[in-house]
């Protein structure tokens, strides 16, 4: 699973990256065919609604939500992480304060969150990525909390403590490398959600300017067009968010088998 | 190119392969045995055999409340068919849109398309334009019968149709029209973003006075031609004092009675408004028993039913399948020309009015320099943009006034449309070239207010960065953030849209100085400094002011050309385009007028 | 820990959870871009037309004073009982009672999450359970990369695709709002067209309605299935190999009693609290659904009023979700204590 999820993922980001020497066209150049032309040998995946090749759309149009989903990612990981670390170990009444901001985010449907937040920061790869990270700084900060809760106890632990480590020196050196699998599974799972929620966003209105191409926009603007049967401006894009979300999904899974071994028998 | 596409196909071919064959390897690595299969199979069967035997003894039990509910629904199809011919009858129109009522039907407040045009229905007012109009500037009488003014065009008489009531029962006479007018000029403080206000009543209409019961008198602030225009527009729809109180505003609740002036003397009467979250569900208009003009057949439909769809897709769909008399408002230019070909529905095409402009901000540099703004104009696309975002649904504009209208001209011709040779020159002078290119800010609206803004907008960056000498940056706003951003004044070149509110180039004209655009044209200093363009604009405005004190249709044509000349020069404000209008019905429908007031006249319409 | 105080201590616990939500909400509106007041004006306005608006919104008093007459209005137990719901304020654009707009519009989400629910639920267990039975063979492959990919597809998509083969192909179902718009909708005594329909005895319109949900909550059914699958085979998985349920093969039960009878009736407790869990992330699909289908509930509603930057109408649609999602969270909790008394200790 995990194998089939990189090389899903690697082969979209190596598409993506090697955009500008295999796409026939300019992606955002108009009228470089006929417009809502078929799929045809010329135009193998048929041209946008404004005469864009519907082709080098797709090579170049990855690029947004994979910036979008690693900027979040890494947002999130840097607030969460070490928040959720601090918060657990301190303990008392900042941890339960903590706690209850998060679980108040945590319990809410997310997408309203990041759509406030959008229409608040404006467009953009950053506001997009920072509206949804906000979304998911919660399931970082819950799942290092539980794991620290419980190591916090354990003897070695109990025994650095004894031997006077400084606070940092212990959250850093001893209960922060048993938290990485966890946190890598929630990376992975985030990757696959931010894809999504970057997507919902542009479907919503809130994604990147028009002249940046994009998977989510071309899916969002083939709609209209689907009652003439234009189904080539929709399909080929949601395949290709779909195959990224799939992507980073099965790492994710894959890895939280590995990892919990409760269930191999 | 065609090595690009192959070298392209091959990538894509290459990452399916790598794709398969890693789900291949995937699933024989993990899946050791087939044999499992034939398992899996049988332990499905079984357990849908299970399920079978629960729903086979389930609907035993349920067989016979079964069978009361189908006799329930025989009855009861067969009552609803006989509800469903009453409603085919050729008694009633059913109209497919994507509009809704904004806030309010209040003639006070009431700025809205959707809101307007029930209230055109429901709602009389003293003049009309005919329909048909070619220029919209024939009027007809309504509730008043004849008019006069005088020769400055500043005192107008109206002598007021006898034996008209209201849908109450009211009988309506001078005084109503005072009270409207009063009414209306009243509320501008309190509602500033209403009608009223939009047209600017208090700056025009100075008293009303009752001369007579059937008689009535404005005296205006000043000459004012364009004042049977106003007359005719919604805002001026004569209320009923019992329905709309001098000093409030009727906001829409369930009940349209309580919730609107519903009492006034339009062909329709409102007899269903129901609204869910600020947006309508159920609008139905019933004839009015006491229209006047009920001799002559008006209204022609006994009961208009308006059905809401949230998309210009599903408002096709609908309109293919006969679920819908008529579709107006608005199926997309793609939807609309693939109807064309449909042989169940008709199409109509009327004249157009919306129009769309580019702005510049000329307070600061690069526009604050005329020549790089002429520059900017000359470098446009309009013709591209008109055949390929809109399909050829829109026109090329070259004029604020658009084309039927009296004083349309083709004066931003001279620039041409991707003249670059004019830009690459102008801008030369002004110092930029392809090494020290142009580089400005072009925002649009990116909340659907407009239509097709973010694909306009980037073809027009396509076209001005085909000069060789400019570069765009696109940028774009919700529409509350692009109007922020206009009062703002943030935004280098910006594009916004204009409706009439009246048919008239009055109407039209002052939107190359209009102060609420923000381009900062129309003042006399810019930063402390005089500003060059000051001379022309004040021109433009006694040009502007001598063609609304006068009714001499060859002198007005001469002076708003004389306005479009100067605008040419100056390119404060550059029109792009004006759009087209069009309504699908499924035929037999008759008498749907499409002309340039925009107006859909319902009672007008029958099978 | 008795149960009635367990309930107690969890009702109290909602509370500072929902003010915190409250409060978050009231500050984002707060610093969005855009004044309400403005873009009341289609052009311009004095300074002193401007001033008056915000006096009559409410918006000339310093933000604390706002905050704490928005708390008051919430609970104005007065306002409820005439009305019918809460002081919500009014809305900033049509100034309508945003309470009203809302609880007019609440039905229409609540129904879709309802019936999207039950699809999830019975996709979700069903395949989860025939997934865990047949554990590590083809089949469970199968039905574990479905649940995957349901995961990773964009629930607007999958919307689309529905509407485009349903709806525009086939043109068995419509693509959109709560009931074919040529037929009046059935009049409002719970706001769930298929339940008042019902009522009214009116069979035609339940039909109607009903075949304007199936598309739309089975697009939102299907999406959440995944997480059902994963869970329910999951917890299957673990019963299975638990002793009792050895026992009960040995005693030489039926294969389909023993799972359906023993197993899943003990895997169902996580399954339940997972269901609460996932309502927030329904009600979040919800929105994009709503948007997809035209599907005129509190999704849309917070969706086309953000453009309009109005505060009160989103605060009042965010408070409802919020109270939702918490309520329904707080009834599986309580349910849970019930079921398994162990929590409460």
Known sequence: MVILGTIIVSALVIMTAIAPWIAPHDPAKTRVGPIREPPSPQFPMGTTHLGQDMLSRILYGGSIMLQVSALSVLVCFLIGVPLGLFSSYVGGVFDRACSLVIDAVYAFPGLVIAIAISAMLGRGVVNMALSIAVVYIPSYFRVVRSQVLSIKELTYVEAARGIGAKWYTILFRYVFPNVIPSIVVVTTINFADAVLTAAGLTFIGLGVEIHIPDWGRDLTSGWAYLSSGAWWIITFPGVMIILLALGFTLIGEGLSELLNPKLQR | MMEKIELSIVVLVLIGIIVSSGTMYYMTTVVDNLSTLTDDVSTLTESVTNLTSTISDLALIMSEGFQEYAEAIAALTARLAAIEAGLATKETLIVGTTDSVEKTLDPAQAYDYFGWCILQQIGGTLVSVEPGSPKGSDFIPDLAVNWSSNDDLDIWDFNLREGVTFSDGTEFNATHVKYSFDRAIALIPSIPEGAPAGLGYDAIIDRTEVLDTYKVRFHLKMSFSPFLGILASRSSTIVNPQYAPIAQINHTTADPRASTPVAFAGPYVLSKWNRVAGRDVEIKLDANPNYWDLASGYPRMAHVIFRFYSDAATLRLAIEAGDIDMAYRHTSPTDVLDLEDNPNVKVWWGTGAAIQYFCFQTKRAPFNDTRVRVAVTAALNRTAVCDTVFLGLSDPLYSIIPPGMLGHTEAFQKLGDANYTLTTSLLAAAGYDATNKLVFDLWYESSGHYPMSAEQALMYKEALEGSGVITVTLKSADWAGYKQNRDSEIMDAYIYGWYPDYVDPDNYAFLYWAKWIHTNYYNETINGLPNPSYPAYLQQVALYDEARATTNITLREELYAQIDEIAVEQCSVVPLWVGSGWAVTTPPIYGVFLDITQDMRYWLIYK | ?345
């Not at chain 3, 929105?287 to 509930?297: D, K, N, Q, V």
């Open chain 3, 1 to 345: 820990m008795g149960l009635r105080s367990y309930i107690i201590t969890r009702i109290l616990l909602t509370i500072p959870t929902l003010l915190l939500l409250l409060s978050m909400v009231f500050l984002i509106m707060r610093v969005l871009p855009g004044d309400p007041v403005a873009l009341h004006f289609e052009k311009k306005a004095t300074p002193e037309q401007m001033e008056s608006m915000r006096r009559a919104l409410g918006l000339d008093t310093p933000l604390w004073t706002q905050y704490i007459e928005y708390l008051g209005g919430l609970v104005d137990i007065g306002y409820i009982l005439e009305h019918g719901y809460p002081n919500l304020g009014k809305s900033m654009q049509t100034f309508e009672e945003v309470g009203g707009q809302i609880f007019s519009a609440f039905p229409a989400t609540l129904e879709l999450a309802f019936y999207s629910m039950i699809i999830a639920s019975v996709i979700g267990i069903l395949l989860g359970v025939i997934s865990s039975k047949s554990y590590n063979s083809i089949l469970d492959h199968l039905i574990r990369g479905v649940g995957t990919v349901t995961y990773a597809v964009p629930i607007f998509f999958l919307g689309i695709v529905f509407q485009l083969i349903f709806g525009v192909y086939l043109r068995w179902l419509p693509t959109g709002l709560r009931i074919n718009p040529a037929v009046d909708p059935p009049a409002t005594i719970t706001g769930l067209y298929t339940i008042d329909s019902l009522l009214q005895g009116n069979l035609f319109k339940f039909f109607e309605s009903l075949k304007a949900l199936l598309l739309p909550s089975l697009t939102l059914g299907i999406i959440l299935s995944g997480i059902f699958i994963r869970m329910t085979r999951t917890n299957m998985l673990e019963t299975l190999r638990l002793d009792f349920v050895t026992a009960a093969k040995a005693r030489g039960l039926k294969e389909s009693t023993v799972t359906y009878g023993y197993a899943l009736r003990n895997a169902f407790l996580p399954i339940l609290t997972m269901m609460g869990l996932q309502f927030a992330i329904l009600l979040g699909g919800a929105i994009l659904t709503e948007t997809t289908f035209s599907w005129p509930g509190l999704g849309r509603y917070i969706v086309d009023r953000i453009n309009f930057r109005d505060y009160t109408a989103i605060q009042g649609a965010v408070v409802v979700f919020g109270l939702f999602v918490t309520l329904v969270s707080l009834v599986v909790d309580i349910l849970y204590a019930y079921l398994d008394p162990r929590i409460r200790l």
